[in-house]
């Protein structure tokens, strides 16, 4: 029960993070500024700590939601959110190194991450441009 809510909180969270990006960014001069960049690495950092943050209390709970190909242990809760963490960032960057799969409910929230990840440059840019008009 706790881990529903603390999903639903980490959540409501990361819509709160990409809704800022969308409300309250005023571009001053039309031009990429110290205040979007800050921005953006906050938003990219609460969506990456959110999502790893639930893929390691469902990983606790003993749903899996990542395959690894290296052997592993049994872990405490730092390891595991470590590893969600890590897991998070490669997929909302993308990067893919191979080490990590989304198996079971897990290819559904990280395909949600990656979305996000996708959306968030394209977001920024259209409104630079809208801006700029």
Known sequence: MISLSAAFIIIALIIGSIRQLFTSLEIDHHM???QIFITLVLLYTVVMIG???IFATLSMQGIEVFARTLYHESSTWFQEVERGIYFSGVTLFTVG?????PIGIGRWIALAEAVIGYTIPAALVAKVWQSSK
Do not use: E, Q
Not at 97 to 101: F, L, R, V
């Open 51 to 53: 999502f790893g943050l």
């Open 97 to 101: 190194y191979g080490d990590m799969m």
């Open 32 to 34: 990429f500024s110290y």
